[in-house]
């Protein structure tokens, strides 16, 4: 998990436009994993602004398809990034689809999965517009200073 983080933060910075921290290092001991990062102070004003301007920039970064190199996690939880061409088929294949079986694999079912699978059914209308892949966070607020990433359309 936190190799993939690592990993995902190096992407970020490779793309050149915004500040993340440069990881130093990821283990295990005594059944513990960690993960060493550069600190970053976050104190004083931050600005939105330029924050969203660093972040456009950022997804423009592309791909040749929606996915990454390797699998993460969304918290705890695994995220596959099989690569794949098609926006709608990676949605619902990678990410809804998965969390969906998840779901029920924890003993979520009934309403939960019917209203899923209408979802996932309609999905080819519901997403009608066809990005191009980029360069996405995973997760970002101003209370942490990690930023996970994953190459999606």
Known sequence: MFEAEAAGLD?????????????????????????????????????ARLAGEQLALMHRKQADAFGWRMENTIGSTPQPNS?????????????????????AR??????????????????DRLLDHDPAPSLLHGDLWGGTSVMLMTVIR
């Open 11 to 47: 992407e970020i910075r490779a793309a050149g436009a915004i500040r993340v921290p440069e990881p130093v290092c990821t283990g295990t001991s005594g059944g513990n994993a960690w993960f060493v990062m550069e600190f970053i102070p976050m104190g004083g004003r931050s600005n």
């Open 106 to 123: 924890n003993g979520y079912g009934g309403a939960l999965q019917a209203k899923g699978e209408k979802l996932l059914g309609c999905f």
């Open 83 to 103: 690569q794949n061409k098609d926006w709608v088929e990676f949605w619902r294949e990678q990410r809804l689809g998965f969390q969906l079986e998840t779901a």
